[in-house]
Nanobody, 128 residues
Framework: EVQLVESGGGLVQAGGSLRLSCKIT????????IGWFRQAPGKERMGVSC????????YYPNSVRGRFTISSDNAKNMVYLQMSSLKSEDTGVYYC?????????????????????WGSGTQVTVSS
């Protein structure tokens, strides 16, 4: 059974940094895509950083590009989200998810419905 467990959330002041971690068990994810998604109160879940493991291609929406970085340590079965210059609008529950189904070469899945297994999330609150 594939399981994902997020950690590293918390309260941080605007302008600060935070690193989220996602531990993946039950699968070697060499050919998968991993995504970090955010769900703010009253809003739909959205992709904030996605990574195609086998080719290293990434997806970042304009709202976080240059501030967020997704990375993986395959040997440790870990995926990370480094967040810097945090803003109040970055507040939300952050979820890690894995896409195990085949997808086209060069494409990075970025929508929630493209992902197969989810963690339970970790809360990030940015105070202004």
């Amino acid at each position: 059974e594939v399981q994902l467990v997020e950690s590293g959330g918390g309260l941080v002041q605007a302008g600060g940094s935070l690193r989220l971690s996602c531990k993946i068990t039950g699968r070697i994810f060499d050919d998968d895509a991993i995504g970090w998604f955010r769900q703010a109160p009253g809003k739909e879940r959205m992709g904030v950083s996605c990574l195609s493991i086998n080719d290293g291609n990434t997806y970042y929406p304009n709202s976080v590009r240059g501030r967020f970085t997704i990375s993986s340590d395959n040997a440790k079965n870990m995926v990370y989200l480094q967040m810097s210059s945090l803003k109040s609008e970055d507040t939300g529950v952050y979820y890690c998810a894995i896409r195990m189904r085949h997808y086209s070469s060069g494409y990075v899945p970025s929508s929630p419905n493209e992902y197969d297994v989810w963690g339970s999330g970790t809360q990030v609150t940015v105070s202004s």
